[in-house]
């Protein structure tokens, strides 16, 4: 920018040096996400804030999978309390015949859903970190990219959930400010990756731990 002197140059130069919002630092990453297949499956055991694309744990397709199942457990329990009593009472014939063939559509498409999409979300969830952000890459249908600026972090938290701590993983919740989305979780990471992308996000700061 050059700033001229006398008159209104030298108001508008001063002016936009005042307002101009500096540049986030120059970042690593790629233009373009490499294909899943050219990503190393054991990429994530060592991850280092190199701005290449890391996977998750994939423990974390068994941890979903388990979640899955049991809510289909209930869900199936609810709609056999719904069912059985129009198969004893039903005075139609296509009532009889029609709610246990609805139960089990409905059971078996929950249950293909919980043991199947895991394991398509694991291939689509990548993250990446370089000296400037936090990229994290997922979704299957419906796809999703999450930039988080590095100088916008507060503080991060790093948990187990009971079925999690089982499989040894843990997740990384980020907590941001001035951003759309208030904070970020970021699952299927092992415990020791999880403090380790916690502190390279954070530096030497303090951070609570859940």
Avoid at 81 to 92: D, R
Wanted: aromatic share 8%.
């Amino acid at each position: 920018m050059r700033v001229q002197f006398g008159g209104g140059h030298c108001r508008k130069g001063l002016l936009l040096a005042l307002t101009e919002t500096p540049p986030l630092p120059t970042s690593t990453f790629e233009s373009q996400p490499p294909a899943i297949g050219e990503i190393p499956a054991d990429r994530g055991v060592d991850f280092e804030p190199d701005g290449h694309f890391y996977r998750i744990e994939k423990a974390w397709t068994q941890v979903q999978q388990l979640g899955g199942v049991f809510r289909t457990l209930i869900l199936s329990g609810i709609l056999a309390g719904v069912a059985i009593p129009l198969i004893v009472s039903g005075s139609e014939p296509w009532i009889r015949m029609g709610a246990p063939a609805v139960w089990l559509f409905i059971t078996v498409l929950s249950l293909t859903h919980a043991i199947v999409w895991p394991i398509l979300s694991y291939r689509r969830y990548l993250y990446r970190v370089d000296e400037s952000r936090l990229q994290i890459r997922r979704g299957v249908l419906w796809r999703e990219v999450l930039d988080v600026p590095r100088n916008r972090i507060q503080h991060t938290d790093v948990g187990q959930g009971p079925i999690e701590r089982q499989f040894g993983i843990s997740h990384l919740i980020v907590h941001t400010a001035g951003t759309t989305s208030a904070s970020v979780r970021l699952s299927g990471l092992r415990e020791d990756v999880a403090y380790k992308l916690r502190d390279e996000l954070l530096g030497a700061q303090d951070v609570e731990t859940i």
